[in-house]
């Protein structure tokens, strides 16, 4: 089956700088890789997600890209706030699967005001 | 709207006790999900529903472990005879449909407590 590895596990940056966290992912097959923003005592919620059609995708200060043949995508996000803070995960899935995902073990990001 | 909603939000129950949790998807969405999130960890597939009918049970770690739904209504997973491993926030999504693309909508999990 799929197998999602996701690093780092913490990441801490100062207010206004980049953050950006590394999701590789085994299946070949995989086509759709979303993040989810998971705030303390809530459940996730999807923040951005990228087709394997797509090699970038952004939406104002976040941005997510692709590398098919590495099996490898990124969480960028630039000008980091504090209420960017929370648990970052990754996913993925594909078509077979009718929408199970596989998630990535977690980023608790810290934004430091 | 109303999101998926969850219950209880947190059980505290002995090991050896049955617990059962319900999710409420949201109106019209077809597709549920049910993870499981232990502590400092990934979310883990446990069941899908399309409808009422569970095309995909891999997920469910033990026989212990079932689900079922009402129709593209309600859904509730049972745990008999809980282990202490069983301890883990429990979180139900829906979707609008299934496969991939549709987002999946998630309620705030019940937390559950095996001691």
């Known amino acids: 089956g799929e197998n999602v590895e996701q690093h780092p596990s913490t990441l801490s940056v100062q207010e206004g700088d980049s953050a950006v966290i590394k999701c590789t992912y085994s299946?070949?097959?995989?086509?759709?890789f979303p993040w989810y923003k998971q705030e303390l005592g809530k459940g996730p919620q999807l923040i951005i997600d990228?087709?394997?059609?797509?090699g970038e995708k952004k939406d104002q200060r976040i941005a997510v890209t692709l590398n098919k043949t590495a099996k490898h995508f990124s969480l960028h996000i630039t000008e980091t706030q504090p209420e960017d803070s929370a648990v970052y995960f990754c996913?993925?899935?594909?078509?077979?699967?009718?929408?199970?995902?596989?998630f990535g073990q977690g980023t608790i990001l810290t934004v430091h005001p | 709207g109303a999101g998926v909603s969850q219950s209880p939000s947190n059980k505290v129950t002995e090991k050896g006790k049955d617990v059962e949790l319900r999710c409420d998807p949201i109106?019209?969405?077809?597709?549920l999900y049910w993870y499981r999130q232990r502590l400092g960890q990934g979310l883990e597939f446990l069941i899908y529903?399309?409808?009422?009918?569970?095309?995909?049970k891999s997920g469910l770690p033990s026989d212990r472990f079932s689900a079922e739904r009402t129709g593209e209504s309600v859904s509730t997973l049972t745990i008999q005879r809980t282990q202490q491993e069983d301890s883990a926030v429990y979180l139900c999504?829906?979707?609008?449909?299934?496969?991939?693309?549709?987002?999946?909508?998630f309620g705030p999990g019940t937390r559950l407590t095996v001691l």
């Open positions: 529903f399309q409808g009422n009918s569970a095309p995909d």
């Open positions: 996913a993925a899935t594909k078509g077979t699967s009718y929408g199970k995902l596989t």
């Open positions: 299946d070949s097959a995989s086509n759709y």
């Open positions: 109106s019209g969405h077809t597709a």
């Open positions: 999504a829906s979707s609008p449909r299934a496969g991939v693309g549709n987002e999946q909508f």
């Open positions: 990228i087709r394997s059609n797509v």
